[in-house]
């Protein structure tokens, strides 16, 4: 079955600063999700993206499809931003992957 | 006015009892799935249904049964509850048509 590969496992931040996250897949896909889990355990949709480029506030989403890959970026980090975030394909049908996520700390 | 609602949201119970877990949704989704957490916080599949007919079985032990009386709701009940089923379980659906997921809030399942 398909692999899906986050990077890094854990981010430490400082607050303010600016990262990427990266999700990997091994074969094609008819979409990609990106969730923010926050501390408390809530699953927050970010972005529905098998394709192209989206913008929410501070976060913004790629997905290269052709490629195979997809990037997360977060800028000017907040401590709220803390917590674990996942991708999640799927290859069609019914069935959805999960990468392992990578969790991130903000520090104030 | 919340999407995805999933009772209880803690679970606390011994080994060997039978317990149940509810979900619904109110967003005239079609289909609905059960995920389970582990520790190491990995995402997994269990159940995927859709219009109340099972459409994903990912190799649970049949201790798990989900039952979908409606297309809103979608319940797990697990028999003979081991440690190893501690666990966050969560609920979520998507729209026809559409793969976007939405989740519940989980519940939070320890087995002692």
């Known amino acids: 079955g398909i692999q899906v590969e986050q990077s890094p496992p854990d981010l430490i931040l400082q607050e303010g600063a600016n990262s990427t996250l990266r999700c990997n897949f091994s074969?094609?896909?008819?979409?990609l999700q990106w969730f923010h889990q926050n501390p408390w355990g809530q699953l927050i949709n970010l972005f529905y993206?098998?394709?192209g480029t989206k913008q929410n506030g501070r976060l913004s989403a790629t997905t290269v499809a052709t490629e195979r890959y997809s990037l997360l970026y977060i800028s000017s980090s907040q401590t709220t931003d803390s917590g674990v975030y996942f991708c999640?394909?799927?290859?069609?049908?019914?069935?959805?992957?999960f990468g392992a996520g990578t969790r991130l700390f903000v520090k104030a | 006015d919340t999407a995805v609602s999933q009772t209880p949201k803690y679970l606390v119970t011994q080994m060997g009892n039978d317990k149940s877990i509810k979900c619904e949704q109110n967003?005239?989704?079609?289909?609905m799935y059960w995920y389970k957490q582990d520790s190491k916080k990995f995402l997994k599949i269990m159940f995927s249904y859709n219009n109340k007919e099972l459409i994903i079985n990912e190799t649970v032990p049949n201790r798990f049964s989900p039952k979908s009386p409606d297309k809103a709701h979608l319940n797990l009940h697990i028999n003979s509850l081991e440690l190893g089923d501690s666990a966050v379980y969560f609920c979520a659906s998507r729209p026809e048509g559409k793969d976007e997921q939405y989740f519940g809030p989980g519940t939070r399942l320890t087995v002692t």
């Open positions: 074969d094609s896909v008819n979409n």
């Open positions: 999640a394909v799927n290859t069609g049908g019914f069935k959805t992957i």
């Open positions: 967003l005239g989704h079609d289909t």
């Open positions: 993206i098998p394709s």
